[in-house]
Nanobody
Framework: QVQLVESGGQLVQAGGSLRLSCAAS????????MGWFRQAPGKEREFVAAMSRSGTNSYYADSVKGRFTISRDNAKTTVYLQMNSLKPEDTAVYYCAADSRSSPLFVTTRSNEYDYWGQGTQVTVSS
């Protein structure tokens, strides 16, 4: 069992930067594929970014390419989402997710392929 807790969400002005964190606890004996998703009110949850279990492959949604960066710490227990040049359209609840069964280089945009989810952290970008 793995528990994920997101933090770092807050109100920020357009053009600003923010870094979200996702701390993992429980069964963390090996690296997990990690993903970030977001959901705005009245909309479906959408993929944002993901990192393979190896940490060498990353993938981003077109809407955030060049602005967001996914990374993890040396202990491989915390994953980050660095968000730059934020836009009002980025306003959403951001969720981190983990998968324990993926091949080392695999990444996926499909939410149903992740085993564990955090409770989310609110990011609000003002004009």
């Amino acid at each position: 069992q793995v528990q994920l807790v997101e933090s770092g969400g807050q109100l920020v002005q357009a053009g600003g930067s923010l870094r979200l964190s996702c701390a993992a606890s429980g069964r963390t004996l090996s690296p997990y594929m990690m993903g970030w998703f977001r959901q705005a009110p009245g909309k479906e949850r959408e993929f944002v970014a993901a990192m393979s279990r190896s940490g060498t492959n990353s993938y981003y949604a077109d809407s955030v390419k060049g602005r967001f960066t996914i990374s993890r710490d040396n202990a491989k227990t915390t994953v980050y989402l660095q968000m730059n040049s934020l836009k009002p359209e980025d306003t959403a609840v951001y969720y981190c997710a983990a998968d324990s069964r993926s091949s080392p280089l695999f990444v996926t945009t499909r939410s149903n392929e992740y085993d564990y989810w955090g409770q989310g952290t609110q990011v609000t970008v003002s004009s």
